[in-house]
């Protein structure tokens, strides 16, 4: 794992940027893109480039069950509203939350990712070491799944919505075996309550309660976290 620690998001944003830039000079062709907080200074340094994405494909990791594009609170319209209104791939994919039955939905979207293999990977880490919302637990091997969100994603989480209550029990997500696949890895991670998972991802042992300790098996991660995320790392 390649780990650059910076001072805050806006200069991890400038990070990512220059990961996405490298990986499109050197020909990717489909971007793995993730949501949350983390992200959004690498999309917002992405859309103020000419950065030119109108030929590539992008695949999201993950969406709430029961949202569909329209909803303020689906992943759809945030990754609308901080990249594709403003920076359009020539096709965009996420899971479909309304989708009436999940089987058929996962199906779909593990078709998607085997017909456009990632080249490179966006994430960002919950708390709980989860990557996309492969809770911990989750399969190394797994597929697209339809997953229930622990308790402690739910809370952290809450903070979009109006309160707790509001928050999606379900989400589907990409599996882990998937995010294993991509040619090419970026986790992001700002802030001191991502400083005990960072320090579980690095140097804790490989385990399914730490779903993102798996990344010590990718050839290819890049890690970017701020000296809060990061304060762990160095004992
Ligand atoms: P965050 O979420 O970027 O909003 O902190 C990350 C995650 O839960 O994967």
């Given at each position: 794992m390649k780990i650059i620690v910076v001072k805050d998001s806006i200069e991890g944003g400038r990070e990512g940027f220059k990961v996405f830039k490298e990986a499109l000079d050197n020909g990717a062709k489909v971007f793995g893109l993730a949501t949350g907080s983390t992200p959004e200074t690498t999309y917002a340094q992405i859309v103020d480039s000419d950065l030119d994405f109108s030929k590539c494909t992008s695949i999201n990791l993950d969406e709430y069950v029961g949202l569909g594009a329209n909803d303020p609170q689906s992943y759809h319209y945030f990754m609308n509203q901080h990249l594709f209104s403003k920076k359009p791939f020539a096709h965009s994919y996420l899971p479909d939350g309304l989708a009436k039955n999940a089987k058929k939905e996962t199906a779909r979207y593990d078709a998607l990712i085997e017909k456009n293999p990632i080249d490179l990977q966006l994430l960002g880490i919950g708390q709980n070491g989860h990557i996309g919302f492969n809770e911990p637990g989750s399969s190394f091997d797994g597929k697209t799944q339809k997953i229930r969100l622990t308790e402690s994603t739910i809370e952290a989480n809450s903070r979009f919505f109006e309160n707790e209550d509001q928050v999606p029990k379900y989400a589907y997500s990409m599996g882990i075996g998937s995010i294993m696949k991509a040619k090419k890895i970026l986790l992001e991670a700002y802030g001191p309550a991502k400083a005990e998972v960072i320090r579980k991802m690095v140097k804790g042992p490989i385990t399914e309660d730490v779903?993102?300790?798996?990344?010590?098996?990718?050839q290819d991660v890049v890690v970017i976290a701020d000296e809060a995320a990061a304060a762990l790392l160095r004992s």
């Open positions: 779903p993102a300790s798996i990344l010590q098996r990718h």
